[in-house]
């Protein structure tokens, strides 16, 4: 389980391909805890959970599977890209977003952009399977932050980005068309499932 509160932005050391799979290797130099990067321990990476392997010093292996990299933009990233850490809840952590699982609920994409005095201003589109899980004042994970949303229209939100969260994220490289990982609320996602096993949809 993670909270979305990124601790900071790490990059991809190298990537190699493994039948169809990948193996990334991650720096998180100053950003990580060595305790963090135990062999099995869990890290979202730009939102995606994903599982320690080798770790060493200050980088981390990590395997992606063919279904993470369809469903999610991990498979956008190359060596020195930037991308968001928080290494997985510990019991007594401080519950500083809100409670996230690391599983990608779909891909959205960034149409605009605005500053607002000193917050960032940004609207994306997501797919429409999700816009109905996407409440006003509700809470969104985008590329692994948690944001309150500040408005909906159709299948597009907007949030705003104050500046410490553009400072320790990668969401000062965004431009207008990057396309980001979305985690919808959990209690949506689980209530949305529960109307649709009693036949009533979303």
Do not use: W
Not at 4 to 33: A, H, N, P, Y
Not at 38 to 57: F, H, K, Q, R, W
Not at 173 to 199: F, K, Q, S
Request: proline fraction near 3%; glycine fraction near 10%.
């Amino acid at each position: 389980m993670f909270t979305g509160i990124v601790q900071g932005t790490g990059c991809i050391k190298s990537r190699e391909m493994r039948g169809g799979d990948q193996r990334l290797e991650i720096d998180c130099t100053s950003v990580l805890d060595s305790s963090a990067l135990e062999s099995g321990a869990s890290i979202a990476v730009n939102g995606v959970c994903l599982t320690v392997v080798d770790p060493a010093g200050a980088c981390f292996h990590a395997d992606v599977s063919a279904e993470t990299l369809s469903l999610t933009t991990v498979g956008d990233l190359e060596p020195g890209s930037p991308v968001n850490l928080e290494p997985a809840l510990a019991m007594g952590d401080t519950l500083g977003g809100h409670l996230m699982s690391g599983h990608v609920d779909g891909i959205g994409k960034l149409v605009s952009m605005r500053q607002d005095a000193r917050a960032r201003r940004m609207r994306f589109a997501a797919p429409k399977s999700l816009a109905p899980l996407i409440a006003a004042k509700g809470s969104i994970a985008v590329d692994g932050i948690s944001l309150t949303v500040n408005a909906v229209d159709g299948d597009e939100f907007e949030v705003a980005i104050i500046p410490a969260t553009m400072e320790r994220t990668v969401m000062s490289d965004y431009a207008v068309g990057t396309r980001v990982n979305l985690e919808v609320d959990m209690i949506a996602r689980y209530l949305a499932r529960l109307l649709e096993a009693r036949g009533q949809g979303t």
